[in-house]
């Protein structure tokens, strides 16, 4: 026969039982801290993107390619021209870059907030004019002979106000061996990039651009054509970068690097060679690096 004392200290063991339990079942139900599935910030990779590999699709195909190899997936933070998606990347509020070469590249280096920049691909510009073509430069894959006919002839030639186009510009002058000046010679004016198409063929001017904007018609080109392309000169370099953990710690490195080394990788750099032929008539968008690069711009 159980004594009076006894009966409640089963009952303070059977409550402390209970309570034991109730901690287990709560503890299994709630979210593991350490868990890397998509709701973790560290799952995910912030990026900033330059406008023309989002305009041509390139940059879905990437991501869709690193998320069905990995376990991260990627948020755009945003995509546009270098001066819009180097801010927030600049900040800390992106782990990835990718843009055209630049100053702006040089100094998210140089001010530590972007480390590992590699040149990844490239994209090639060309030279349009007007039908009537009165330099002949019709058909020429090189861009230094196509500048010194248009000097030659006297026909107007537009120094487009982008870095791109002027820096392909001066060093075909200088490969020309002409002096980029007179009348024949004349400044950009047009308000808006997206206007500069418009202002050449109002002047009946040659001028050097990309070939995206051409292909997706993202500006009106009026009556100028393409007239010189595959030159391998004319072709500039987009880098990549991750930030820097040092001067940011709470980005995504590891993601960011992953990310970075993938398209790098020999699947991602073969895929750019074939990417986009058939919108362009047998030209890729992007233009890969070495060692798969060569052969396409030697």
């Not at 080109?221 to 991750?242: A, K, S």
Request: net charge negative; hydrophobic share 40%; proline share 9%.
């Amino acid at each position: 026969m159980r004594s009076a004392k006894q009966f409640p200290l089963c009952r303070l063991w059977l409550l402390l039982l209970c309570a034991l339990l109730a901690a287990q079942t709560a503890l299994a139900a709630a979210p593991d801290q350490s868990d890397t599935g998509p709701e973790s910030p560290q799952s995910t990779v912030r990026a900033c993107v330059i406008g023309g590999m989002t305009m041509t699709g390139l940059w879905d195909q990437i991501v869709q390619r690193f998320e069905a190899k990995t376990e991260y997936q990627v948020i755009l933070v945003a995509t546009g021209p270098r001066p819009t998606i180097s801010v927030p990347f600049r900040s800390g509020e992106a782990d990835f870059l990718v843009m055209h070469a630049d100053d702006i590249t040089t100094d998210l280096v140089a001010d530590g907030h972007g480390i590992n920049m590699r040149p990844c691909a490239r994209n090639d510009l060309i030279i349009y004019g007007p039908a009537s073509d009165p330099a002949g430069i019709r058909g020429l894959k090189d861009g230094a002979e196509a500048l010194k006919r248009i000097a030659a002839s006297q026909s107007t030639f537009l120094d487009v106000n982008s870095n791109g186009p002027r820096e392909i510009g001066h060093t075909l002058g200088k490969r020309a061996d002409i002096r980029p000046s007179g009348a024949w010679f004349i400044q950009d004016e047009a308000p808006y990039a997206g206007d500069i198409p418009l202002f050449a063929a109002d002047k009946g001017a040659y001028f050097i651009f990309g070939r995206m904007p051409a292909v997706f018609q993202k500006h009106p080109f009026g009556n100028t054509q393409i007239l010189v392309d595959q030159d391998p000169t004319m072709r500039r370099p987009y880098i990549l970068m991750e930030a820097n953990p040092a001067r940011h710690p709470q980005v995504n490195h590891a993601g960011a690097k992953a990310l970075a080394d993938f398209i790098m990788s020999p699947e991602i750099q073969n895929f750019m060679a074939h990417f986009g032929k058939d919108q362009t008539g047998g030209f890729p968008f992007f233009y890969p690096v070495w060692p798969i690069g060569p052969a396409m711009h030697p």
